[in-house]
């Protein structure tokens, strides 16, 4: 069992509560609780949000401003968390927008109203103490360690799937710190908060450096207060040996709890495609992009990795069977070229770090041999970039996984993306969410053209967004006579009064295009 959203909401803390928005989110895990007072001005090194969090604000230094209130639900979002509850609407803001109740519907974040008949009698600590008290409950009461976590990591974002938020979630539910070294002493750490005795990773290594290798836990005494130290050895993919290290201030850690974490922890990469074997160059994919960026550095460091060889990022997205095909071929194309370039498949697709610069002629041969290799697979795009440094190549892959979802909804008859896809894909997102005159101008062509039924959305969106405004291609893409499209274009600059061929106009009926296609499937956020 675990406590969900809907669960919640028959706690005695939230009998006057109402559920305003968001409601398709009821079933998420709820594993924390936690109060978020947000800055007035976004300060990016700031990360209040965490995995399976459900967070209790009032916006109050942001009460005025419906657009923050819209970033900071899809922050909340972005980062794994279930859930907001809105205090003293009212009294701190006037009323609850419809920006930040349309935010909270696209994104399935239930948004929680608490609506107090006598005046302040619910407070933020009623809601903390039920919450977590139901989730503590849950905890004792369920026997496996697997069933307790699995449904909270399913949830979890394709960019927060990570080993470090792997260890976090079986660090939080058991109140203990963790450290996963392997033999060359590259480790991933995690620390319960509020922590007790925030060691080091080589103190454990140091603290059972004189015991014997079956030596499983061993009591110190620090400050006048006393640790709990356990240590398990374990294989991964059945050549691969990792030693976990775990720390707790109460002897609560049996043999079978440690063996429940080593097996969670080998399924759960698995799952997530986070390669583990440290002697492969392959890692490098995760460690730089899914891993802090520490652990980056670290390895490409120790494995004498120049990053300036690993400059372009290749993402291919297609069926399981058909990127082990693609992979050979890309492999060989790049070999017969001698470039440098290591590989995985992460997160269900594709990942290559290579040292081709398409920009150059020489490497720009490659990129086409490439790209011609993944076209020929039905279903298959790829995403192309070129990075400077590890925090941008990063940013790069996080930006790509929030927003390829989306890609793939507007860009459905194109095969080759690249960031500026990323960065628009983005912008129609905003689209959905926000409101203002620009917005509802966009809105009002797809409202003016939509329900003709001579299809006049699909054929616009062939044409601006497939075809590049190429008359003859859109007639060939969708199958018709060249004087058909030609119709159905003229059908919308009568109904719209607006030659959608020239600037500025041509842009806002791009962005129409793609926002009908994204509203297809409002799924996309899933």
């Not at 600590?125 to 409950?137: E, N, Q």
């Not at 539910?173 to 750490?189: A, P, R, W």
């Not at 004189?210 to 709990?228: H, W």
């Not at 150059?360 to 970039?385: M, P, T, V, W």
Request: hydrophobic share 40%; net charge negative.
């Amino acid at each position: 069992m675990s406590v969900t959203v809907q669960d919640c909401l028959r706690l005695p803390a939230f009998h006057s509560a109402r559920v305003i928005a968001g409601k398709n989110g009821l079933g998420r895990i709820v594993s924390s609780v936690s109060v978020v007072e947000i800055p007035e001005k976004a300060v990016e090194s700031i990360s209040v949000f965490n995995p399976n969090e459900l967070l209790i604000t009032s916006f109050f230094s942001i009460k005025d401003d419906p657009d923050r209130q819209c970033e900071e639900i899809r922050s909340l979002y972005d980062g794994g968390g279930v859930a907001l509850v809105l205090f003293y609407v009212g009294d701190v803001i006037s009323h609850v927008s419809d920006k930040l109740l349309q935010a909270a519907d696209v994104m399935n974040i239930p948004l929680i109203l608490i609506e107090d008949d006598t005046k302040y009698s619910v407070r933020y600590s009623d809601v903390i103490k039920d919450v977590m008290g139901a989730v503590f409950y849950d905890q004792v009461s369920t026997d496996s360690f697997a069933d307790a976590v699995e449904n909270r990591l399913k949830q979890i974002p394709y960019n927060k799937r990570s080993m470090e938020t792997l260890l976090n979630v079986i660090a939080e539910t058991y109140n203990c710190n963790l450290v996963l070294y392997n033999k060359n002493g590259l480790y991933f750490t995690s620390i319960y908060r509020p922590s007790f005795g925030q060691f080091e990773p080589e103190f454990f290594l140091n603290a059972f450096a004189d015991g014997s290798t079956d030596l499983f836990c061993k009591s110190i005494s620090l400050q006048d207060k006393s640790f709990y130290l356990y240590r398990k050895e374990f294989s991964h993919a059945g050549n691969t040996w990792f030693t976990l290290y775990a720390s707790s201030n109460e002897n609560s850690l049996s043999r079978h709890k440690l063996d429940e974490i080593c097996a969670c922890t080998n399924f759960f990469s698995t799952l997530w495609g986070y390669t583990l074997d440290m002697q492969n160059y392959n890692t490098v994919i995760t460690l730089i992009l899914k891993s802090s960026r520490i652990i980056g550095e670290k390895f490409l460091a120790e494995g004498d990795i120049p990053f300036s060889e690993l400059s372009t990022i290749l993402v291919v997205d297609s069926e399981e069977d058909d990127l082990k095909e693609i992979l050979r071929q890309i492999e060989s194309i790049l070999k017969e070229n001698e470039r440098f370039f290591v590989k995985d498949i992460i997160d269900g697709r594709l990942v290559i770090l290579s040292s081709i610069m398409a920009s150059q002629k020489d490497d720009g041969i490659i990129a086409s041999e490439i790209e011609k290799c993944i076209n020929e697979y039905e279903g298959a795009s790829f995403f192309l970039d070129t990075s400077k440094n590890l925090t941008s190549m990063r940013k790069i892959y996080s930006a790509f996984c929030a927003n390829s979802a989306a890609m793939s909804k507007i860009f459905i008859h194109r095969k080759y993306r690249d960031m500026y896809d990323v960065i628009f894909s983005q912008e129609i997102i905003n689209l959905v969410i926000n409101r203002g005159n620009r917005n509802e101008h966009i809105k009002s062509i797809i409202e003016a053209v939509k329900d003709d039924s001579d299809n006049l959305m699909e054929t616009l969106a062939v044409y601006l967004i497939d075809c590049d405004s190429q008359l003859n291609n859109t007639a060939s893409t969708l199958f018709l006579h060249r004087n058909t499209v030609m119709y159905r274009l003229n059908k919308i600059k009568q109904i719209t009064n607006t030659d959608f061929t020239l600037m500025p106009a041509a842009y806002d009926f791009y962005l129409a295009a793609a926002l009908w296609r994204l509203n297809g499937s409002m799924k996309f956020f899933l």
